[in-house]
C-alpha cells in the first residue's frame, strides 16, 4: 500500500475528457488514497508510469479557469507533500499561422519565448469576436528538469519522429470502451476557416452543415507527407485566461504580436503557484465554428506526450529536487498556515494564503506576496 508521500509527481486536469485520458495513461493504477486532510475535496486517482508515483486530479464538475485550477493544486501540494513534478495536462484552442502549421490533434509545450515565461495571461470577460482583450503578463517558466526533458525529448523526436499516435493505439486496443470518443477523428473534418469567416450565431449545428466546405471560405493547406510528425509537437507560448477564446481575429492578433501558440483556461492559474510544465492538446483554432468532435483525441495526444515526457526523467533525479510546495513557498508566495485555511463547508469557493489581503487579482506579480486571497470570497 502506498502511502501519500511516496507520490512524487502531480498531474491536473481540468475537464472529465482530460482526466480520462490521464488516467488511461497509467502504466499501473493503485488503491484509492483511504486518508487524506480533512479539507480535502479533489478527486485523486494514483498510479504508475515508467518507476514514477503519480497522482492525477480534475476540477470540480462544471467548475473551470484560473481560481478553480489554483484550488485544486493547492490541495494536491497538501495532501501529497513529495510532489516535486508537476504537469498540467489537457485540450486547447490552437492559434495557427503562417510560421507555426497547426493542425487539430497537435500538441503545444508551453516553453519560454524570446526571453518570456511560457504563459501568456490576458483578460477580456467572455469573448466573443469583436470584444477588446487585455494582456496582463506572463507568468514563469517551468522548473529546469521539465525544461531539460523537454528538450530531449525534442531532440528524439526530430531523429525519430515521436510515437504519439502508436502509444494512443496501444492504449485504446487495450480499452476499447474509448474508442468511439477518443480515437482519431476523420482527418476532413480539421477545418480552419478564414478570420472573417464566422459560424452563425447561436446554431449548434455541425460546420460541416452549417458553414460548408466552400474552398473561398478555407485556408489552404498542404497534407502532411509521410516524413511530417502527425501529430506535431509545437513549443512556445501559450495563453491562459478565465474564459474561452472565441474570435479568429483577436488569436490572429496574438499571434503576430506575441507568437502565442495555443489559448486555453487554467494555466495562469497554476504556474506561480503549483510551477508545472503546461501541455495542451489542440481540439479547435480558437474560433467561432469550436466543436467537441477533436476534445478525446486531443487529450489523449496531450496526455500520450506527458507519458513519453516522464519515461525520459530519471526517478532518483526526481527524488533529488526540491518539493513543488518548498519552491512555492521560497517565492514568497504559499503560507504554511494553508492547513488552517483550507476550510471545508462553509459555502465558499476559495483558496487563501495568509490573512493580510482581502483580495488578490490573478495576474503577474513581481516580489513578495503577503498574504492572498484567491477565488470568490463571498455570494
Known amino acids: 500500500m502506498f502511502k501519500p508521500s511516496d507520490y512524487t509527481v502531480g498531474w491536473v486536469c481540468a475537464l472529465k475528457t482530460e482526466y480520462v485520458a490521464a488516467i488511461a495513461s497509467l502504466d499501473e493504477k493503485h488503491d484509492r488514497p483511504t486518508e487524506l486532510p480533512s479539507a480535502n475535496q479533489n478527486d485523486y486517482t494514483l498510479g504508475k508510469i515508467k518507476n514514477h508515483n503519480v497522482v492525477i486530479s480534475v476540477l470540480p464538475m462544471g467548475q473551470y479557469g484560473l481560481s478553480s485550477a489554483t484550488q485544486v493544486a493547492v490541495s494536491m501540494m497538501h495532501a501529497f507533500p513529495n510532489i516535486r513534478v508537476a504537469l498540467m495536462v489537457g485540450i486547447g484552442g490552437g492559434a495557427p499561422s503562417p510560421k507555426h502549421d497547426i493542425r487539430l490533434g497537435d500538441i503545444v509545450v508551453g516553453t519560454p519565448s524570446n526571453g518570456r515565461g511560457g504563459i501568456l495571461q490576458y483578460d477580456f470577460g467572455k469573448i466573443i469576436q469583436g470584444q477588446d482583450f487585455k494582456q496582463t503578463g506572463f507568468h514563469n517558466q517551468a522548473p529546469n528538469l521539465l525544461r531539460s526533458a523537454v528538450s530531449g525529448l525534442a531532440a528524439e523526436y526530430q531523429i525519430d519522429g515521436n510515437r504519439i499516435e502508436d502509444d494512443i493505439a496501444n492504449v485504446l486496443a487495450t480499452k476499447p470502451r474509448l474508442k468511439k470518443n477518443y480515437s482519431r477523428p476523420d482527418p476532413t473534418t480539421d477545418r480552419l476557416y478564414k478570420s472573417d469567416f464566422l459560424h452563425p450565431v447561436e446554431d449548434e449545428s455541425p460546420?460541416?452543415?452549417?458553414?460548408?466546405?466552400?474552398?473561398?471560405?478555407?485556408?489552404?493547406?498542404?497534407?502532411?507527407?509521410?516524413?511530417?510528425?502527425?501529430?506535431?509537437?509545437?513549443?512556445?507560448?501559450?495563453?491562459?485566461?478565465?474564459?474561452?477564446?472565441?474570435?479568429?481575429?483577436?488569436?490572429?492578433?496574438?499571434?503576430?504580436?506575441?507568437?502565442?501558440?495555443?489559448?486555453?483556461?487554467?494555466?495562469?492559474?497554476?504556474?506561480?503557484?503549483?510551477?508545472?510544465?503546461?501541455?495542451?492538446?489542440?481540439?479547435?483554432?480558437?474560433?467561432?465554428?469550436?466543436?467537441?468532435?477533436?476534445?478525446?483525441?486531443?487529450?489523449?495526444?496531450?496526455?500520450?506526450?506527458?507519458?513519453?515526457?516522464?519515461?525520459?526523467?530519471?526517478?532518483?533525479?526526481?527524488?533529488?529536487?526540491?518539493?513543488v510546495a518548498n519552491v512555492v513557498k521560497e517565492g514568497d508566495i504559499y503560507n504554511t498556515n494553508i492547513t488552517n485555511l483550507l476550510k471545508e463547508g462553509d459555502g465558499h469557493n476559495h483558496i487563501t494564503f495568509g490573512g493580510n489581503n482581502s483580495g488578490f487579482q490573478v495576474g503577474m506579480n513581481n516580489g513578495s506576496i503577503s498574504g492572498t486571497s484567491i477565488g470568490r470570497t463571498g455570494a
Not at 491562459?240 to 499571434?255: H, T, W, Y
Not at 479547435?284 to 487529450?299: F, I, L, P, R
Not at 519515461?311 to 533525479?317: A, D, N, T
Open 207 to 323: 460546420c460541416a452543415i452549417v458553414c460548408g466546405e466552400d474552398v473561398s471560405s478555407l485556408v489552404s493547406r498542404p497534407p502532411r507527407s509521410e516524413w511530417d510528425d502527425n501529430p506535431a509537437i509545437h513549443y512556445g507560448l501559450i495563453a491562459s485566461a478565465n474564459s474561452l477564446m472565441k474570435d479568429a481575429k483577436a488569436r490572429d492578433e496574438f499571434a503576430k504580436q506575441n507568437d502565442v501558440l495555443c489559448f486555453e483556461m487554467e494555466a495562469a492559474g497554476l504556474v506561480n503557484h503549483f510551477p508545472c510544465l503546461v501541455i495542451r492538446g489542440i481540439c479547435d483554432y480558437s474560433d467561432t465554428h469550436k466543436n467537441k468532435e477533436w476534445q478525446g483525441y486531443a487529450a489523449m495526444t496531450a496526455a500520450a506526450y506527458a507519458k513519453d515526457l516522464l519515461y525520459r526523467i530519471v526517478p532518483q533525479v526526481v527524488v533529488q529536487q526540491e518539493t
